[in-house]
């Protein structure tokens, strides 16, 4: 692979483009596919099967053919509220998983540069920071503060843009409020038990990062029943 | 799929080129039967035998350094390699899952 394309796919991920590479394994000459755009010279005459390739996320050798496609998505876009210990250790695990993380809380003391270096908190009540992120049903929450003032609004507009994932942290009994209040909001029975809560897959354990796995866990397991 | 679990081999390659090491990607292409990782899983070599990622679940990875070093030496652009069980003339190892991969290296420059 020439190291100019390499750079170019490293540029991509970052801009969190959804692209495929292509690569002729005869000469390993290889170039970046991107939907819409027009297709090197080299690779047009496969035109119809790259972008059979694209359009089922398929990685895989063109049959009877030297071709081999790549196909990159972009990474899951996860919305943490609360920057509490928890929290930080979600965006640890998160990091490796390549998950893209985007913390929000309107408690100025919590989302602090010293407890989360490196890392951009929206410092911001929930209602007005969703008006800066695009959401869809491919975006998961995960609710971490207990407090229905600043959890509520969130899974209110998690529910309503159907986020294949939404986690809040809390005893049965808090989680048992939360659903009183969500009906009372007008939300159905099934959009309510749509929510992980309490959060997570039981692992037993109480510490912050045996917390934060027990909820990764779950994240990635939900991801891949998408 | 590269999904949002992607292990980001290409980014630690492209490190390793700006350190001045010679760099083969080595990504499994094609899949048979039970094999230990999908394809497109990738692992770097450098002239070295260093190695970073993985093609499989540890079953060859010695030779596929060894194939890597090989082009390095011979300054080959790119070559592909299989993996079957019973394949023991060409190869030291084998898959004990019984699977089968294809595998393409390839220098990066």
Known sequence: MQLKILQEIIKKKINKSEFAIITNLENSNSEIFELGKPIGKNFEKYKDQINEFYKNKKNGVIENTNIFVETYIRPIKVIIVGAVHIAQYLIDYAKSLNFEIIVIDPRGYFATEQRFPDMKIMNKWPDEAFKEIETNSNTALIALTHDPKI????????????????????SKKTHANRCQRLTEAGFSNNEINSIHGPIGIKLGGKSAPEIALSIIAQLVSETYKR | MKNSFDEKILEEANDWVKGNQKVVLATVIQTWGSSPRPTGSRMIVNENGDFSGSVSGGCVESAVVRECIGIIKDNKPFKKIEFKVSNESAWEVGLACGGEIAVYLERVN
Do not use: S
């Not at chain 1, 899974?155 to 994932?165: C, E, R």
């Open chain 1, 151 to 170: 959890d509520d609004p969130a899974l209110q507009h998690a529910l309503k843009k159907k986020f294949y994932y939404i986690g809040a942290l809390g």
